[in-house]
Each structure stands twice: as C-alpha cells, then as structure tokens.
C-alpha cells in the first residue's frame, strides 16, 4: 500500500473551486468640508450595504440615508470584505458574502482597556451556502487582526452555534426585561426612606437638541464597564435622533430623561420612545440607559415610573446582573423575557489579553493553561501567575504539565470574568488536570464589574 499526503487546502483555494473570489473594499473618508460620501461616488460600498440589509432582512437605504450610512462607516475607518462571483464587478453586482471589520477599543477592567478587532454584518447568501465564504472571510480577517498587533476580536452573534470553531467563545449574557410600572414604582431605597444626598435633577429633553452628550457620558460608562467597546458611530446617529432613514432625519419621537447632579454634570440618560395607543398595556420602550452614579440609576428609575398613563416599560437591553431587581422595593415588578449570550470575544494574544486586565489585589495565585487552537495565533502552554492585582504570562514548553487543558474559544470565554471555568469543566469541555484548579483562575478572573456590553454592533 503507498502511503499519501493530503495538503491543507487554503479557504482561497476552496473559494476559487466554486467560482468565487474574496475582495476588499478600502475604507472610505469624509471631504474636506466633513460631509457624507456621496453614493454614487462609491457603488461597491452601496451595493456592499444592500447585501447587508437583505442578509438581516431589512430595508435597503436610499438617497441621503445611504449616503448617511456611508458617512458612519468612514468614521469608524471600517473595512468591507466581500465574496463575489469571480467574473462580477464589485461596483456592479452585490457579494454573495458580507463581512465588516474595523479597530476599536474594549474595556477589560474598569479603567484599563485593549484595542479590539471589531466583526459586524456577516452574511451568505442563501444560494452559496457550504463553500467556505465564511470561513475565507474570518480568516483573512483574524490574520489582519494579528498581523496588525490587535490581541483580542469580538463580535455579536445571531445564532449561537456558528463561531465557536473560530475561536471565538460568549463572555457575558445580556436580557430584555419588562417592568410593570403600574399605579408606580417604589424603589427599595425609598421603602427604607433613604434620602439622596445630591438627587440632583431630571428632565424631558429632545435629544436632537443635545449633541454630544450622550457620546460623552457614554464614553465615561463605558470606561467603567468591562465588556463594552467604543460606541460605533451609527449608535450615535440614533442617539440623537437623526438618522435619515426616519421621517428625512427630521426626528422619530426619541424623548431623553436626562440626570444632571447639583453641579449642572449630566450623570445618566435614558433613551425612551411610546410604543403606540393600539399597544396594550401602554407601553414605553427604554433603548438605552447609562448612568455614571448609582444615584444618576435611582432617579432615572423614579422619572421612568411615573410616566403618565403608562402601564409598562420595555428595556431592549439590560444588564444580566440582578441589580435591577435589588433596585426596586418589590422585585417582582421585573420581568425577565429574554436572555442571550451577548458579547463573544476571540483572543489572539493570550499574554496581551490576560496582562491587559486588572486583577484584584487580595488574590494572588498561579495556573498553568495549555491552551488549542487551530488557527495558531493563541496556541501554547502559558502560566498566568497573579500577585498584588497585576497578572504576568510566561511561555512554556509543550513538555510543561497544564493545570487546565481548553480551547481558546473558552479561554476567550472567561478572560473577562463574565462566564465561569468551573461550568466549563462541569459540561465536559474544559480539562482539569490539577484538582482546583478551576476554581483557582475563577478566583483569579473574578470582574472588578459586572461584565455587560453596552452596545451591540
């Protein structure tokens, strides 16, 4: 019998056998005067954008709404891949496959964060299922990343199942929840008769008449809270109610709650619009909500629960943390109807991610992590030790005796602290080869904050 070899085909090669090719799309810039593109000066890009809108089943922008978007992509310097039929014209015809990246920055600890290689708008067409796209596009994607010294990837993900074998693994949950604000809502402090020291003030604004402030106070929760990113630009758009896609950018019916404290400084915005008279129970649907203090939080809350004539609140998102429910005086007014794995992270640099976070300073310790993963670029036995909340990473050979044994994708998991090793080794799919060792790095990774990713991209 003659023995043979089989080479690894490349996600190009597999691309070419079915007639398709991978091409990227530069990212685009503002004119001198700061305006949006112009569509027709960038067909590709537009027609880019439509392929997106039809993967997610939404409405394809036109005329200053796509010039709009166009706008937003060149301020967040994103970049479009696509895979098209090797004979089509980018310009003319739309890709068979989508996908978006561009660099941003994640909040690891409160006050410390990583550049993050962000992953948006991927799709295939229906019609080119099973011939690699995906699996082209992630690649050329995640060898940039690396190449260009970005240590970790992050994405959100419609289905669940899809990029685990990228690498990438889910680091914190995220719900929506109903709140029955009925006859009002009596917060725990209250009950206890708790008095706010600086309440401060809340009030109705339009927030079109408010530019760049909720972007700033954005930006100081964000610092605060591992997990979330950079805004992306299209969030602020919506924040201020001017996207050109509603009513000609002229406004949609977004009111702002805005929590200014003794000293005039907005601490906490909630972003709400009515739900419509035909909806019943009369509805209000909270879009954002950011709060710098826990007192900014609290009245938000009371401003949110005496809106009159309305029988519930809807938060789109919210964090999966029980706070919420510790806010109220009856917790039972909460009601939880989704949750969902939110935020997924990939690692690419396993000494970068696990020294670029804070430790506590009450837990010192060390774990060895022999870590798999295909792709390469996180691959190795490492040896995390962590004293005085600063962790230090060390390379060792492959003859060193792990702790643990996992995959990047679950590494990538629990780096943050929002998902926990020990469930890991309890569902069979992380390794522990020294007894306690799981619950060592969970004590180790332990969040300075809960783990919440405040904006969806």
Same mark, same amino acid.
């Given at each position: 019998m003659t023995a043979t070899s089989t080479t690894p085909t490349s996600p190009d090669d597999v691309l070419t056998r079915h007639g398709l090719v991978l091409r990227t799309l530069a990212p685009l810039e503002r004119g001198p005067d700061g305006a949006?593109? !112009?569509?027709?000066?960038?067909?590709a890009h537009?027609?880019? &954008? !439509? $392929?997106?809108? +039809?993967?997610?089943? =939404?409405?394809?922008?036109?005329? !200053?709404?796509?010039?709009?978007?166009? %706008?937003?992509?060149?301020? /967040?310097a994103k970049i479009l891949r696509g895979v098209?039929?090797?004979?089509?014209?980018?310009a003319e015809r739309e890709p068979v496959g989508t996908f978006v990246d561009w660099t941003s920055r994640l909040t690891t600890s409160p006050g410390r964060e990583l550049p993050v290689w962000m992953i948006s708008n991927v799709t295939v067409s229906p019609g080119h299922r099973r011939r690699g796209i995906l699996r082209a596009m992630m690649t050329a994607s995640l060898g940039e990343a690396a190449a260009a010294g970005v240590p970790v990837a992050a994405l959100t993900a419609?289905?669940? &199942?899809?990029?685990?074998?990228?690498?990438f693994g889910a680091a914190c949950t995220g719900r929506t929840v109903r709140v029955d604000v009925r006859g009002g809502l009596v917060l725990a402090a209250d009950a206890a008769g708790h008095r706010e020291e600086d309440p401060g003030t809340v009030l109705r604004e339009d927030p079109r008449a408010m530019p760049g402030v909720v972007e700033e106070l954005h930006g100081r929760v964000r610092r605060t809270t591992p997990g979330s990113v950079h805004r992306p630009s299209g969030h602020v758009v919506?924040? =201020? /109610?001017?996207?050109?896609? +509603?009513?000609?950018?002229k406004g949609s019916g977004l009111f702002a709650a805005v929590h200014r404290d003794g000293d005039g400084t907005v601490q906490g915005v909630a972003l709400y619009r009515?739900?419509?008279?035909? +909806?019943?129970? &009369?509805t209000e649907s909270v879009e954002a909500f950011l709060a710098a203090t826990d007192a900014a939080a609290r009245q938000l809350w009371r401003f949110l629960a005496h809106l009159d004539l309305i029988d519930r609140l809807h938060l789109t998102r919210c964090p999966d943390d029980g706070r919420l429910e510790q806010l109220l005086a009856d917790r039972r007014r909460v009601s939880t109807k989704a949750v969902w794995d939110d935020l997924y992270l990939r690692i690419l640099d396993v000494p970068a991610c696990l020294g670029g976070r804070d430790y506590a300073p009450e837990v010192a310790g060390a774990v060895v992590l022999r870590v798999a993963d295909a792709a390469g670029h996180a691959a190795g036995t490492w040896r995390l030790e962590v004293a005085r909340g600063v962790g230090r990473v060390e390379?060792?050979?492959d003859d060193a005796r792990?702790?643990?044994?996992?995959?990047? $994708?679950?590494?990538?998991?629990?780096?943050?602290?929002?998902?926990?090793? %020990?469930?890991?080794?309890?569902?069979?799919?992380v390794a522990e080869r020294a007894p306690g060792a799981a619950a060592r790095l969970d004590a180790l990774l332990h969040p300075a904050a809960p783990v919440h990713l405040l904006t969806r991209f």
């Open positions: 949006d593109p !112009a569509r027709a000066g960038h067909p537009v027609r880019h &954008t !439509a $392929a997106v809108e +039809k993967g997610f089943y =939404e409405e394809v922008p036109d005329g !200053a709404a796509a010039d709009q978007d166009l %706008g937003v992509s060149a301020d /967040d098209y039929l090797a004979q089509d014209d980018p419609s289905e669940s &199942t899809i990029y685990g074998r990228f690498g919506r924040w =201020e /109610d001017r996207s050109a896609a +509603k009513n000609d950018g009515f739900d419509g008279w035909e +909806k019943e129970p &009369t390379p060792l050979g792990a702790d643990l044994e996992l995959d990047v $994708a679950h590494l990538s998991g629990v780096w943050l602290g929002g998902m926990r090793v %020990g469930a890991l080794v309890g569902a069979g799919v």
